[in-house]
Each structure stands twice: as structure tokens, then as C-alpha cells.
């Protein structure tokens, strides 16, 4: 990947609302993990799978520009980058669900915060 112009605000907020993100199924009931988790598909639909958060990090929409890769990249930890922007777009949002419904309907956990 050829070297982009990185900005820190946005990879510390970037990070924060990834795992805020994946710590949705323990904190809200599962029905605002799936409204979360849709409304992060709904921007992908309109961002060309680009998150506007790394939009605003790399001033792109380039697909293979993705928070994940440029975390590893950071990590120094070599992936395959259009597995991962598969994995981050599609996958990672399906397990967060079945986490909250397993955590929540199945195991009967309540979530720490409830409305």
C-alpha cells in the first residue's frame, strides 16, 4: 500500500467507536446492536464499503484503505487486505449480532445498560 497521509484525531476516534461498537452486545439490549449494525451496512451502501471516519483519516474512498488494515499495519502484522475489508464489512458485523443474541436471548445475560 502506498504511504497516505495519516491523521492520529481520527485513528484514536476511529478506535474508540470500533470497540464501542464491539462492545454494543454486552452494554444495549441486541435490538440496538442489529440498528447499529444496519445503520454501519447503510453506510457502506452509500460510501463504496468505505467507512466515513476513514475517509476523513486518509482523505480517500479507496475500498482497500480500511481501519483494520492500516491497525495491523500499524501492528506490523502482514494481512491479506481485501480479506480483511471482506471480513470487517460483512463478517464482523454478523458475529457482533449472534454475540448479542447468544449473549442476551440464549445465556439470558442482561446487558449493562437497559432502557
Not at 440498528?35 to 482497500?64: D, K, S
Not at 480483511?84 to 464482523?92: E, L, N
Amino acid at each position: 500500500m502506498k504511504k497516505i497521509k495519516e491523521n492520529m484525531f481520527f485513528f484514536w476516534l476511529h478506535l474508540g467507536i470500533v470497540l464501542f461498537l464491539w462492545a454494543s452486545p454486552f452494554l444495549f439490549s441486541w435490538k440496538i446492536t442489529i440498528a447499529l449494525m444496519i445503520l454501519l451496512g447503510i453506510q457502506f451502501l452509500f460510501t463504496n464499503n468505505t467507512c466515513i471516519i476513514t475517509m476523513a483519516e486518509f482523505g480517500t474512498t479507496h475500498p482497500r484503505i480500511s481501519f483494520y488494515n492500516d491497525l495491523f499495519r500499524r501492528l506490523k502484522i502482514k494481512v491479506n487486505e481485501k480479506r480483511m475489508d471482506f471480513t470487517s464489512t460483512y463478517i464482523f458485523p454478523i458475529i457482533t449480532i449472534l454475540i448479542a443474541l447468544i449473549w442476551q436471548i440464549v445465556l439470558k445475560i442482561n446487558p449493562l445498560f437497559s432502557f
